[in-house]
């Protein structure tokens, strides 16, 4: 019909879905690339999003006995060392501390000075310098399980950075557990991921699928890596949280050892697990329109915008009072783990810009707000699910009645949309060329889906596909049904589906 | 009498001050050295402190319109020559970041690779880049005021660490914010101190005296420095906060530019504000005894701790039972901004040291149940603020009727006892040789004491009575009242008294 919708990003998930969400990010005030290679500024609002995760998610934990506490951000290079198959896959690429103080060179410049006796690398994760306490802390049955987690930032040096999504430095939890049997460590690794498995779907409204991971694509010294992987709207998997099995690997390299109940010592089992600032990048890319972010109102920083509209001091005054009244009604309604909603007002005089900012910073509710309403008792009120046109005017009466109702509305359809995306991109495949078909024969940032497919279990079909395709075994999904076939690759037996996708 | 009493901690606060902290703090099982230099572990009971700490303060902070966010861990070198003061303050001990990879060296061990550029510093303070952020998100004054906060790790290479008093790394919150006029930034300097001054007197029970800093004692890079000092019980002074009038320096450095009203382009008004972990080191020193640590309970990571009493499966099943239920009852009673009380349940079966263990973590409130207290409907209570021998048999009904009062009233009475002893060694001097016996006569770890005396303003004088005693100005205090003297160093003409301590 020729007629052109504008949108507030340019360009559109369409056209250039990675620059969409570069721009996207950008628009939402979020977060920002600093000057510091590879590190981000989180801005207020993205910040306040990832306190609302943190404060969650933390609840979450500690319900199922799980403790905070804090490491130091440096371990000794010899720490390194000591778990072999952790170092291949950590120590390659990290923030490498040589000195400890700084002098005026001979060009009046500062220079590094005071060399360390043992150089120190800014932690990528904590495994070994926890370890480290843990073999103190630990020497009876009688002090397990060990249950805990530190709220940390983290460096991990990366040539290629997207802001939330791969940055050399970010902020992330990571819980690490000591336990006296096999048995137990793995329900706490099964149940960690379960953890966040309604984090993200309840509060994120990202439906994921769980499994395990590859031996090739497991974390670097575990036993099992589980993890969680979303659908984006590229078609990309993104992993959201992996809980690590670690058998009794670390306790080794790091001597956690226990005496149990007959007297005899053994090493204890451990776990580890984390989600990170990434999940923002996830929750950007599945639920973002081409008008910008859209924030689940169950985390959002803030649910609702008051915009009010004067034409001049009187009705400013006139419009102000009702406005911030209204703020203070929704104020007070509790919305899941908050004691109130928080609500914004904006008075600024912009114009239209004003209602687009905060379209493009995905606040859930808008509600304007001018002589005319307060006649007639109500609010313009618009939802961020809907096209920025649907605004309708509801009474005052129920708009406040109703917002907590709206807000589940909205965190509702987003995760069914997010859903049905994710399913209507999922294809059980049986043949080679067409599986190739899939991966190669889409648009521009567009990459075919989730193909479930039968893989005979060797690294050397897994490498193929990695190499041919760019694709990878995201995971061996915990719910994929015992089916005997053949392998996507070579054709050989194999005993049931896995999960393939190109993956962020 | 001869009447020798026991106590947890050995040595006492008597005998040895600094070893009985230590002492006390590996006790409370609060934080440890690691085994990184400088740096230190903070254990469970230490970090839910800290978290109480965290929370509370953050909502003091949002309530004045401060916002949070997140910059880079890392410092390039050349923003640190930015500010010439500043780099003097702090460049000189701090961790460089030179290479960012490890390879297998000659030996095969692990070797520093990739060396950077320009070296990074793991920021000691954020000032430099933060200035980076605003000078890009500042461009009118319709941006102003900026109000940022950010909870961060930071590291200054420290030579002698004491745990949670000065460490390598350590956590902290520091504000940032700049303004329009130079007013309004004096203003938010003293406001932010008068936040610090709030919370530490209230939740920790802290009281502080409140005033400016000595020009050479000012923050590196500050026009003026506002801080509280709180007096310990060996005498000396701890700074708990500062707060940090940065004028237009920090803006110069960083080119943070604003257009005013008129049009004309005009640098802007900083400020800074800081509190770190120091200050649980500086809550357990005031408040502790020769049994442990004492908690404020405003702040404690536990309010009551439930020690069953049983001989038998038959008596523990019956006694746990009724420690569930008080402890259910005790968990929906909302104190301060906890929505309800944290108990603990200990029915570990270790005799005496079972509730050793919980005077020396300083829980506010023990109660011991064991069948007879059941019968008679009772619990046997103790205050960590009353002798260990101080146990009082309380109906249930009174005991949960009354929690909150009694928490209130240790409240109440730790501060009231810290302000009754700052006072009761707190004098005004007048005497250059009083003065000189007061801060050498007394006993080992023990500090003389805070001396008012007048002091000329001459950086002489301050600098004679430092390197002759170790004393230092603590502050200028904001209620000095005006009075002339003479200084109780060179004895010239005063316009007023300072006050004068050892300090941490």
């Known amino acids: 019909m020729g007629n052109k919708v504008t949108t507030a990003i340019k360009p559109t998930r369409e056209e250039d879905y990675p620059m969409w969400y570069q721009e996207v990010v950008k628009a939402s005030e979020m977060a920002e690339k600093s000057s510091v290679r590879g590190c981000m500024v989180i801005r207020p609002w993205g910040y306040a999003l990832w306190e609302n995760m943190v404060a969650q998610l933390d609840s979450m934990f500690k319900a199922t006995g799980v403790k905070n506490a804090y490491f130091p951000l440096f371990i000794p290079l010899s720490y390194l060392e000591r778990e072999a198959e952790h170092v291949e896959g950590f120590a390659k690429e990290c923030a490498v501390v040589t000195h400890h103080k700084l002098e005026q060179g001979e060009n009046g410049r500062l220079v590094p000075a005071g060399e360390l006796a043992e150089p120190l690398i800014v932690r990528p994760t904590s495994e070994t310098i926890i370890g480290e306490s843990m073999s103190r802390w630990i020497s009876s049955y009688r002090d397990l399980p060990l249950l805990l987690n530190q709220w940390a930032n983290v460096v991990r040096w990366e040539m290629r950075t997207r802001i939330f999504l791969r940055t050399s430095e970010f902020l992330w939890q990571e819980g690490h557990t000591a336990h006296a049997t096999e048995q137990e460590a793995r329900e706490r690794t099964y149940q960690m991921l379960e953890v966040y498995t309604k984090f993200v779907e309840e509060y994120l409204a990202m439906p ?293 996708a190109k993956a962020y």
């Open 208 to 500: 994921v699928i769980r499994g395990y991971k590859s031996d090739s694509e497991r974390f670097p010294g575990a036993v099992e890596t589980t993890c969680i992987e979303a659908m984006m709207q590229d078609k990309k998997a993104l992993q959201a949280g992996t809980s690590h099995f670690l058998g009794q690997n670390f306790a080794r390299g790091s001597n956690i050892r226990f005496q149990d109940g007959d007297g005899n010592e053994q090493f204890a089992w451990t776990t580890s697990w984390g989600v990170s600032t990434r999940m923002i990048g996830g929750m950007i890319m599945i639920h973002g329109d081409d008008d910008g972010v859209i924030m689940p109102p169950r985390v959002a920083p803030a649910h609702v915008v008051l915009l009010p509209i004067f034409k001049n001091d009187e009705e400013r005054s006139m419009v102000m009072e009702y406005v911030d009244s209204l703020a203070r009604e929704l104020g007070d309604i509790p919305y899941k783990n908050r004691p109130g909603l928080v609500v914004e007002i904006d008075d600024r005089d912009t114009g239209g810009a004003r209602g687009w900012d905060w379209i493009k910073k995905g606040i859930p509710v808008r509600a304007e707000i001018g002589p005319k309403d307060i006649e007639k008792g109500a609010v313009f009120a618009a939802r961020r699910d809907e096209s920025p046109k649907v605004r309708k005017s509801i009474s005052r009466g129920d708009f406040v009645g109703g917002i907590v109702d709206m807000l589940e509305d909205i965190q509702a359809n987003l995760y069914k949309k997010a859903l049905e995306f994710q399913r209507a991109n999922t294809f059980e495949m049986d043949d080679k060329n067409k599986f190739y078909d899939f991966y190669t024969s889409s648009g521009k940032g567009i990459h075919g889906g989730f193909a479930m497919a039968h893989w005979c279990r060797s690294r050397e079909c897994e490498s193929a596909i990695k190499e041919d395709l760019s694709v990878t075994i995201r995971c061996i999904p915990f719910d994929s049904r015992e089916e005997e076939g053949k392998c996507i690759c070579c054709g050989t037996k194999s005993p049931g589906r896995v999960l393939f």
